[in-house]
């Protein structure tokens, strides 16, 4: 069955960083907002590495993104998956990414995981003509990465 992406992307004019997911994960879906299940990681690596305390309201997490100049949103706007694995992803329809960029001061784009890296490479950069920088996923599925090997990994998009 097709799934719609239902959150809109966070940034605006002052966005310099863009991350990019693959698809919202079914908890993400449920709540409309990114990477809202409890064991991503990706809110503790962000706040970890902005030496921020925990972001636990998605209010907090808004202001947060845009006052250091993150941009987040994801590669697919519909598709047919199984739950939430990127593995069942099929029928493909992406989303703006270019009017996004063209309406940002974006620098770097950085893909969360594989997948969206993948993603991003077949259907995006032919359009955008900007390379992206692949990130392990901070997903729980990615569990061979630990929270510090993440850390290590993700620390560049503060450079």
């Not at 079914?26 to 991503?40: M, W």
């Not at 493909?92 to 063209?102: K, P, R, T, Y």
């Amino acid at each position: 069955m097709k799934q719609y992406h239902n959150i809109h992307p966070i940034y605006n004019q002052q966005s310099k960083i863009l991350i990019l997911g693959s698809f919202p994960s079914v908890k993400s879906r449920e709540a409309e907002f990114f990477y809202h299940h409890p064991q991503n990681r990706f809110w503790k690596i962000l706040a970890t590495l902005f030496h921020h305390s925990p972001l636990t309201t998605i209010e907090e997490k808004k202001k947060f993104l845009l006052e250091n100049h993150i941009a987040i949103w994801d590669v697919i706007k519909s598709c047919e998956i199984h739950g939430s694995s990127d593995s069942s992803i099929k029928n493909i329809e992406i989303n703006d990414i270019n009017n996004l960029l063209n309406n940002s001061k974006i620098e770097f784009i950085y893909t969360n995981g594989k997948k969206a890296h993948q993603l991003y490479q077949k259907y995006c950069y032919p359009i955008t003509k900007r390379e992206d920088i692949c990130l392990p996923s901070t997903s729980p599925a990615n569990a061979q990465f630990t929270f510090d090997r993440l850390i290590d990994q993700w620390k560049i998009i503060c450079q």
